[in-house]
Each structure stands twice: as C-alpha cells, then as structure tokens.
C-alpha cells in the first residue's frame, strides 16, 4: 500500500486569511477567562510579537549595512547591539530573553520545565526595563492558573509561522511589521469591540466613524489631542491620514487621557505598533477630576466621549465652564466645554456625541447651546446613520468646532448623513469611501476648496446639507439637528401637482383591485372544475 504523505496547512496568503487564522487560534485560548483579561493576553502577545519583528529586522539591516562598509564578523558582533542604532529608527530593544525565537523554542515546555507563560511575563518585564516609555504598559498574566499553558503554547507557534516583518518600504525598517501588525492589532480590538457589547464601546470608536472625523479635519501637523482617547484609535487613523498624504507620523504629536487602567495600557501598545510616540499621561485618570494636560493647546481634537454621563466629577468653579456650568446629571456639555478650553488659536475640533446633544433644554444645556452657538465656535454638524456603534442603539451625531471659520464666519454647515451607509450584519452598519468622501467633500468644497466631484463649489442640497446663518439658528431656538435645517430631499423629474397624483394614484389603486376581484373569480371557477 503506498504510503500517503501528509501535507503541512498552507499558510495564510492575505491579510485577511492571516487575521482570520489568528483570531480563530486565539478564540480557542479563551477558556475560562473573562473577556477582559482574555482581550490583555491577546493584544499583548500581538505586541510582543511586533516589536521582536520590528527588531529582528532592524538586526539584519544593521548587520547588512556593517557587512558592505567593509566590516568583519567579528567587528560586526561588537558593534551589533548598540541600543542607539534601534531606538534611534523607532525600533524598541528586546532583550535576548525577550524575544520571539527564544519564546517559540520553549513554546512547548513539558510540565518539568518552565511553563511558558512565566517567560512571557519574564519578556514583558524585560522589554519594560529597557524602554522606558513602555514602563507599567504591558500585561504580566501569562502565567495565571486561568490560562491553559498547552493552548497558550500552540498559539505561540501560530503567531510564529505568521511573520509580520518583512521588507521595508521605502528604506524604512519596520514599516511591513508594523503596518501588518497594526492592521491584525486594530482587527482583534473590533472583535473583542463586538463581543464585549456595551463595554465594547468603552475602548473602541468603529474605523468608519473615525475616518469622518479625521478627513474633515485633516491633521497633519502639529498638537493632535483625545481627551477620551480609549484604544487610540482617532490617532492611528490621524497617521494613516499622513500616510495617505505622504506625511508622517512625527509631523503631529499626540496627547491624550484615558480613565480605564487596561485601556490606557491597550492605547500605549497601538500607538507603539503604530509607530507614534504620544504623550497619553504617566497613568490612566479621570479628565475632568485632573487634567493630566493642564496647559495644552492643541491644534487638532477628535473626541467619541462616552455619552450622557450621570455621574461625574463636576466642579461649579472650574474655569474651563466659560459658557454655562453643565448639569450634574449629565457630562455631554462638560466634554464639549473642556474639548473648546482646550483648542489653540486656529484649532479645530470633532466631537461624536448622543443626538441629544444638539437640542436638549434640561439643566441648562439649552442655554450653554446658545452660548457656544452667538460665540461663533460651531463650524458643522453631521447627523450619523443609525446601528455604527455595536455598543449603543443611541443615534450619534459629529460637533465641529473651529476658532477661526475665516470667510464662513456667522455660519454654521448641516449636513444629514443619517440615510448613508450600508448594513454589514444584521447589527452593524458602515460607512462606505465614498460616503465618507461625500462628507468630507461637502465640508471642505463650504470652506472654499474644490473637488473633482463638486468642481463648481458648494451648494445647499435639499435633504442633505444646508448652510444656515446663526440668525436663522437663534430662530429655531438654537437647536442644531441637522434635519430641521436640511429640509426634505426632492424628486427627480416629479412635477405632477399634489392633487392630480392623488387622483391619479386612487384610480390606479381601485384598477388594480378590480383585477384581483376578476382573478379571484377566474381561481374560484378553475378549482371549481377540479373538484
């Protein structure tokens, strides 16, 4: 009997079957951990194996380069691990116990030896010490009785098959392991985003929602800040945004705060993969107990606070309530206001916030509205399509401010995306490039900037976005829904008078009903025959 020969599993092709792979191995790890510490192993080990990546590559540039100045072996080796000729490129050092090889080679340790997840979190101490910027960011629970050393190990010879380095474009070193890694990073955040629900949405803004506020304001330089900033996400993206613009990440310098401990650390290691060094304070903490950014004045603020906030540190004297103490039960306006004490002269900013937000009259909202609207810091209001947040049914809408609106002073854009997107499941809808671009196309053709799609500039469009003068704001008791502003879309070619379409459609209707009453018969008579 001929001997059959069996064939190894073909490694993932795409990225998409790469993510894929990963999360179904990962998925087989959760065991008995609750879904957050679950979300720390995971996330932790894609780090860990981006950095050593990263490090490896830059090892055998450094080795290349050394070779064609004429260096020997032996010269090469001393010269090898100057820790200057990797943090100088963005890359962090790993010690040698720290990284990925050493950790594959033990990946199967029996029960007599070592498990595996103590050198882990021997790694992650490791990589600590020797940068400082990662201090107290990485997660040491590798080796908990809760997570299963067998299942652990075979993960590690998964991402160990998976490699995220490669070659680099553009001369750059890393940047093929940190744009791979980077997408399978923000890819598992969205899956542990959708399976956590609710709490999902603490740490994660969907990508779509993001885009809209980041390509309308286009940061691409200078003090970009997240006062709520979760996972990151608004600043990943911000450095896609100078990516796509042949920028860079260091031409903006980020700043955030976020409240939850895992999540700050979550942030710290997306930025880190992402190539960004920000400022997201020393530890996590409440922004409106203690601003860890005291003085900032930013240039760029993205911002999806959590919504409707009953219970807040409020405080009747904080300067930053310049136009109206927001009410105890509810945070919405002490965002909008601390987001306002914080732009520069010139700065702008995007806030997604409950559509609420934009009419409410309770505890004096109504009249801090106002306030905001007569100083002339609203530049646009976007109404979003329901079912983008997994997390909440709560219909959202986007705030943009600005301090200096230059020729649209005493004008405010509306814009009613809320009939764009596309459902992806049952549960989700997305906004699509080009729905995204016909916002921000809108946006930018208000402020004079042309497009190719709307080369003849801007142009109120019934249904969809209205320019609307403060006057006419004040009118309508300075609510901000973009629906009442927009009007009603028009029909194409539809000029029949309101009463000869009725009559006409009532004709049509009692035609048609005399049609069924005559098949009706017909049926009757056939299954007369039959029987």
Known sequence: MPRTTKTAPAAPSTIKELKDTLWKAADKLRGSMDASQYKD????????????DAFDERRTAIRTELAADGYDAEQISELIDD???????????????????????????????????????????????????????????????????????????????ARFAGQGQSGETGRRARDLLGEVYEYFLEKFASAEGKRGGEFYTPASVVRVLVELLQPTHGRVYDPACGSGGMFVQAEKFLEAHHGEGSDISVYGQELNERTWRMAK????????????????????????????????????????????????SDPRWRYGVPPAGNANYAWIQHILAKLAPGGQAGVVM??????????GEGQIRAEIVEADLVSCMVALPTQLFRSTG??????????????????????????????????????????????????????????????????????????????????????????????????????????????????????????????????????????
């Open 269 to 316: 290691m997306n930025l880190a993969i992402h190539g960004l060094s920000g400022n997201l304070g020393p530890r996590w903490g409440d922004t409106f107990a203690r601003d860890l950014h005291p003085d900032l004045q930013a240039d760029f603020i993205m911002a999806n606070p959590p919504f409707n906030i009953k219970d807040w540190a409020r405080n009747d």
């Open 354 to 363: 409950a559509n609420g937000s934009m009419s409410s009259n309770s505890g």
């Open 83 to 161: 820790t200057d000729e990797y943090t100088g490129r963005g890359v962090f050092w790993v010690p040698a116990t720290a990284r990925w090889g050493h950790l594959a080679e033990n990946a199967k340790s029996t029960e007599a030896e070592r498990p595996i997840g103590a050198l882990i979190d021997e790694a992650m101490d490791a990589i600590m010490q020797a940068n400082p910027s990662l201090a107290g960011t990485l997660p040491r629970i590798f080796n908990r009785e809760s997570i299963d050393q067998r299942r652990l190990g075979e993960l590690i010879d998964l991402f160990n098959s």
């Open 394 to 531: 709560i219909p959202v809408c986007v705030w943009f401010f600005t301090k200096d609106k230059g020729r649209r002073a005493g004008e405010v854009l509306f814009i009613d995306a809320r009939n764009l997107g596309h459902m992806v499941d049952r549960a989700e809808r997305v906004l699509s490039d080009d729905d995204i671009a016909r916002i921000a196309e809108t946006f930018h053709a208000w402020h004079g900037v042309k497009s190719d799609s709307m080369p003849d500039g801007y142009a109120d469009v019934p249904g969809f976005c209205n320019s609307a003068t403060l006057a006419t704001i004040k009118a309508a008791d300075y609510a901000l829904t973009p629906g009442r502003y927009v009007g009603a879309a028009t029909s194409d070619g539809d000029s029949e008078p309101i009463e000869e379409k009725l009559a006409r459609l009532w004709t049509e209707l009692d035609a048609r009903f005399a049609e069924s009453a005559r098949l009706a018969d017909v049926v009757r008579t056939q299954l007369g025959r039959v029987s």
């Open 41 to 52: 192993v995971i996330l932790g080990l894609v780090f860990l194996k981006y950095v050593s």
